[in-house]
């Protein structure tokens, strides 16, 4: 059912040296393939849709890298480079010095289908924002967009590519965006910016957006929808709770603050006075999580599922896929709340932390004192958690990354201080399991003082997610 427009794989796979390319060809399911890792001193592999294979017992070398950084066009400031008119993306690992000692070929593709999902809702003029995974296919959809919008729907489109991974490597985009237009961004950094200058001097209908991450950005994409102008976008985070829990994308779905009310007014909705709201209406009206390349979960109305979320209610939803034959299948839901109580008290596992700028000593004496196990860990891949400091976190090294691409859960201190230390571990440890979601979320939200939470943080009702 996945029909591939193109993926140039010809293109890619002779970019790399013979002893690489040519037991890729002999894979039976090369067309299949995701990437193919260099890193010097170690053996080539490939990363295929189901398996990795090791690609050679010779070691990579530095001629190796050298060889496939020569037949590939220049690096840019996120490390990113491509190959002329195709989706393919190469990025670098760099050592100390700046010399590229890795290289991560990923396989570029464009692929028809995939858009007839959300057709509905992108042909409504609301703006859409699309949530998943590294790899689910945030990318493939938006490429798919904007050529259904600007050749189908014959509006004026403009791609903001800020790596040229939607329109791909080179001045002239590729096919894959149809009619659509493409503005390159120079630097991830100034990516805010050029939103606002495509506004501003190209007079667009539509406007899209990969991969949201800044509270500059997040308020572009609001000034840009206040103008009048359709956004599609993405942003990371698998769910909505996800964005409400992320202090920097939360204006994406209209913002969270702490409401106290009065002592009569409190009496009035039988809540405690002290209540979550939303701020402003949502810059996105609507919110697709991919769940993958044939099914997604939609949220049509993002102003009642924020508000519903906030009181501690289920947000109604509909589940989208595609059968066998190409159609769309669609069926509404209500899920259960995935921090709804249980009547047993759950025994508490001991945490393992990976810790990035974060005091180990402090942090160990806090857990000491209010009589919480855990485990400080060397080994990213075997952590539950990635504790790090606000000013390290906002210059996202690249073990950052590596934690966001892993699914781990991160969490942000705003200093090395106990008092936010010992907040974090109340957090992750609550005292009882009828905590709801929106107490915990109050916790995390109160942290723009103290303790707060990455996109990929605490589960709700305070459980910490297993993996």
């Given at each position: 059912?996945?029909?591939?427009?193109?993926?140039?794989?010809?293109?890619?796979?002779?970019?790399?040296?013979?002893?690489?390319?040519?037991?890729?060809?002999?894979?039976?399911?090369?067309?299949?393939?995701?990437?193919?890792?260099?890193?010097?001193?170690?053996?080539?592999?490939?990363?295929?849709?189901?398996?990795?294979?090791?690609?050679?017992?010779?070691?990579?070398?530095?001629?190796?890298?050298?060889?496939?950084?020569?037949?590939?066009?220049?690096?840019?400031?996120?490390?990113?480079?491509?190959?002329?008119?195709?989706?393919?993306?190469?990025?670098?690992?760099?050592?100390?010095?700046?010399?590229?000692?890795?290289?991560?070929?990923?396989?570029?593709?464009?692929?028809?289908?995939?858009?007839?999902?959300?057709?509905?809702?992108?042909?409504?003029?609301?703006?859409?924002?699309?949530?998943?995974?590294?790899?689910?296919?945030?990318?493939?959809?938006?490429?798919?967009?904007?050529?259904?919008?600007?050749?189908?729907?014959?509006?004026?489109?403009?791609?903001?590519?800020?790596?040229?991974?939607?329109?791909?490597?080179?001045?002239?985009?590729?096919?894959?965006?149809?009619?659509?237009?493409?503005?390159?961004?120079?630097?991830?950094?100034?990516?805010?910016?050029?939103?606002?200058?495509?506004?501003?001097?190209?007079?667009?209908?539509?406007?899209?957006?990969?991969?949201?991450?800044?509270?500059?950005?997040?308020?572009?994409?609001?000034?840009?929808?206040?103008?009048?102008?359709?956004?599609?976008?993405?942003?990371?985070?698998?769910?909505?709770?996800?964005?409400?829990?992320?202090?920097?994308?939360?204006?994406?779905?209209?913002?969270?603050?702490?409401?106290?009310?009065?002592d009569e007014e409190a009496r009035r909705r039988h809540t405690q006075k002290s209540i979550l709201e939303r701020k402003a209406?949502?810059?996105?009206?609507?919110?697709?999580?991919?769940?993958?390349?044939?099914?997604?979960?939609?949220?049509?109305?993002?102003?009642?599922?924020?508000?519903?979320?906030?009181?501690?209610?289920?947000?109604?939803?509909?589940?989208?896929?595609?059968?066998?034959?190409?159609?769309?299948?669609?069926?509404?839901?209500?899920?259960p709340l995935m921090w709804e109580s249980k009547e047993e008290k759950q025994p508490e596992k001991t945490l393992r932390f990976y810790l990035f700028g974060a005091n180990r000593s402090r942090l160990e004496q806090?857990?000491?004192?209010?009589?919480?196990?855990?485990?400080?860990?060397?080994?990213?891949?075997?952590?539950?958690?990635?504790?790090?400091?606000?000013?390290?976190?906002?210059?996202?090294?690249?073990?950052?990354?590596?934690?966001?691409?892993?699914?781990?859960?991160?969490?942000?201190?705003?200093?090395?201080?106990?008092?936010?230390?010992?907040?974090?571990?109340?957090?992750?440890?609550?005292?009882?399991?009828?905590?709801?979601?929106?107490?915990?979320?109050?916790?995390?939200?109160?942290?723009?003082?103290?303790?707060?939470?990455?996109?990929?943080?605490?589960?709700?009702?305070?459980?910490?997610?297993?993996?």
């Open positions: 059912m996945r029909r591939v427009v193109t993926d140039d794989l010809d293109a890619l796979l002779d970019i790399l040296p013979l002893q690489v390319r040519e037991p890729l060809y002999q894979q039976p399911d090369h067309s299949e393939l995701l990437e193919v890792i260099l890193d010097l001193g170690r053996l080539p592999e490939a990363r295929f849709l189901h398996r990795e294979l090791v690609l050679n017992s010779k070691e990579v070398n530095q001629f190796d890298i050298d060889y496939v950084v020569s037949r590939i066009g220049e690096f840019t400031g996120d490390n990113r480079a491509g190959i002329n008119h195709t989706l393919h993306r190469i990025s670098a690992i760099r050592n100390r010095n700046g010399y590229i000692i890795g290289l991560t070929c990923r396989v570029g593709r464009a692929v028809f289908g995939t858009v007839k999902m959300i057709q509905d809702l992108i042909e409504s003029g609301n703006n859409v924002l699309l949530l998943g995974r590294p790899g689910i296919g945030k990318t493939t959809m938006l490429r798919e967009v904007a050529r259904v919008l600007a050749d189908d729907f014959k509006k004026r489109v403009i791609v903001i590519d800020t790596s040229n991974e939607i329109a791909g490597d080179g001045d002239i985009p590729h096919p894959a965006i149809g009619h659509a237009r493409r503005m390159q961004v120079a630097a991830p950094a100034e990516q805010h910016a050029v939103m606002i200058e495509a506004v501003e001097n190209h007079m667009p209908e539509v406007i899209i957006i990969d991969e949201i991450g800044t509270e500059l950005e997040a308020q572009a994409a609001r000034t840009i929808a206040e103008r009048g102008v359709q956004l599609v976008g993405t942003a990371h985070g698998n769910t909505l709770e996800n964005l409400i829990m992320n202090p920097t994308l939360s204006d994406l779905i209209g913002g969270i603050q702490t409401v106290t009310l009065g209406p949502p810059t996105f009206g609507v919110v697709v999580e991919i769940v993958d390349y044939y099914k997604v979960t939609v949220h049509p109305d993002v102003t009642g599922a924020v508000d519903a979320l906030l009181h501690g209610q289920p947000p109604k939803a509909e589940v989208r896929w595609m059968d066998e034959d190409g159609e769309v299948k669609k069926e509404a839901i209500t899920p806090i857990a000491r004192e209010g009589r919480k196990e855990l485990k400080i860990v060397a080994d990213l891949k075997q952590s539950d958690i990635f504790l790090t400091t606000r000013s390290y976190y906002r210059r996202k090294p690249q073990k950052i990354r590596d934690a966001e691409a892993l699914g781990i859960p991160i969490y942000v201190l705003k200093s090395n201080n106990a008092a936010q230390m010992k907040q974090c571990l109340d957090a992750l440890y609550p005292r009882d399991t009828q905590y709801t979601y929106v107490h915990n979320l109050q916790r995390i939200l109160a942290g723009r003082r103290g303790f707060n939470s990455s996109n990929r943080g605490l589960e709700p009702g305070g459980k910490r997610k297993s993996r």
